[in-house]
């Protein structure tokens, strides 16, 4: 019986062993449909976004490996292989003219962390892992950014960059006329007019540098005041320069506004001028003067006539003088001697001393028994040509102190020409009536 009843349990067991996996299937179906449909729109979109990610991130290794070899330097350390490169100012992005040559750096981070070098090839495109080939030559480096923001938003949208100028290309520029190495130099786009004068070895004397022509690729000449930007900092007259640009620098002409220094300080010649400019500015502008220059003395001669003198004088701007063109400027320098002539046994310079008089001087020189009475010496001023009289008066830088011959001297001086003088004629006379 008991046997019986176990053979019928097992049977039974057979019978209803597929009913209970069918239902055991269905409870785990149910049960994955109701997890599927507890989980959040959020966190499907996730694990698409994860997917995404890998496929980028192999993507990257793969075209990094065999298609861009040769146009991309991968890793950090070969940012350094380039030669580095001497900036006198930072890069302005908004007027930086990206071009063939420059070199870029992108630094990825976040789910990719990769650094990148990519040049501008010569057709001015640059090649970017998924995006392709974009255009960038010919515009700003800012505009160039939001160019290369835009095609890599739609590729890498979880991926935070930076693209930064490394190297800046350098090209060709041409400078003529009134330096010291007119001829072809390479620069890059941070160089201005100023740069390659130096490379060229500097202006000459002659150089007119008011009147700088830049000559663009188009033809077209703009003129620039360089003594503006050398002794003012006026940046806007000294420009960034463009590939095959010409800098012609024409000699100092009298065609146009000009003024003439004479200078014992070697700074004598023809200068341009501007329309309306002054006299002190002019002289500061130029350099023209040194701690020997004699500022009581700076002299402006106008048709012959002087008009100004005195540089001292001028306290402001009011009190510059107007200069116009053809003026003469005259610049002395002062001197440490005081000179002595006439009666006295070493006429010439002397060593001034200050509040010497005029009989020291003469006895300095030494004065011989020709001279006249000493109360007649006599001293004329270096900075007016004024004459003054007297053994007592005081002797200043330059001025030059007369020791009169007597009369007495002078008769004799004269009857001794008058004599040779007679005697001349005496034998003229004897000689002609011999023959």
Do not use: C
């Amino acid at each position: 019986m008991g046997l019986g009843k176990n053979i019928l349990l097992f049977f039974i067991y057979l019978l209803f062993l597929p009913l209970g996996y069918s239902v055991i299937y269905a409870q785990e179906t149910q049960s994955r449909t109701e997890l599927t449909r507890l989980k959040s729109a959020k966190e499907i979109e996730e694990e698409k976004k994860q997917e995404q990610l890998q496929l980028r991130r192999n993507t990257f290794s793969t075209y990094s490996k065999q298609t861009l070899i040769d146009r991309f330097v991968q890793g950090r350390s070969q940012t350094n292989s380039f030669d580095e490169q001497f900036q006198s100012e930072p890069i302005n992005p908004e007027k930086y003219i990206v071009g063939p040559g420059d070199v870029l750096q992108f630094m990825f981070w976040g789910e990719v962390e990769e650094t990148y070098v990519v040049p501008v090839l010569p057709e001015g495109l640059i090649s970017i892992p998924s995006v392709g080939n974009i255009d960038i030559s010919g515009i700003s480096f800012v505009n160039a950014r939001k160019v290369i923001h835009k095609r890599m938003a739609t590729s890498y949208k979880e991926v935070s960059y930076s693209v930064d100028i490394i190297k800046m290309r350098k090209f060709r520029i041409f400078i003529t006329g009134e330096v010291q190495n007119p001829g072809t130099y390479f620069i890059t786009p941070q160089d201005r007019i100023s740069d390659v004068f130096e490379l060229a070895g500097g202006h000459t004397d002659w150089a007119d540098l008011i009147r700088v022509q830049l000559i663009k690729m188009d033809s077209t000449t703009s003129t620039f005041n360089l003594r503006d930007y050398y002794y003012h900092g006026i940046l806007s007259q000294n420009p960034f320069l463009n590939d095959g640009e010409i800098i012609r620098i024409n000699p100092v002409s009298s065609k146009n506004s000009h003024v003439f220094v004479d200078s014992e300080l070697e700074s004598f010649g023809m200068y341009s001028i501007n329309g309306d400019e002054k006299l002190n500015e002019f002289i500061q502008s130029n350099q023209l003067l040194s701690r020997d220059s004699d500022l009581k003395n700076v002299k402006v001669l106008r048709n012959g006539h002087v008009v100004f003198q005195n540089l001292i004088k001028v306290k402001s701007d009011k009190d510059d003088f107007h200069l116009e063109s053809g003026d003469r400027i005259s610049i002395s320098k002062i001197t440490n001697n005081v000179y002595v002539e006439g009666a006295v046994y070493q006429p010439g310079p002397q060593l001034y001393v200050p509040g010497m008089k005029a009989l020291d001087y003469a006895g300095l020189a030494g004065i011989t028994s020709k001279a006249r009475n000493r109360q007649k010496i006599k001293v004329q001023r270096y900075s007016t040509g004024k004459i003054e009289s007297g053994p007592n008066v005081i002797v200043n830088r330059g001025d030059l102190v007369i020791v009169p011959v007597s009369w007495t001297e002078r008769s004799k001086e004269l009857f001794q020409i008058l004599g040779i003088v007679a005697s001349t004629l005496v034998s003229y006379t004897l000689v002609k009536r011999d023959f």
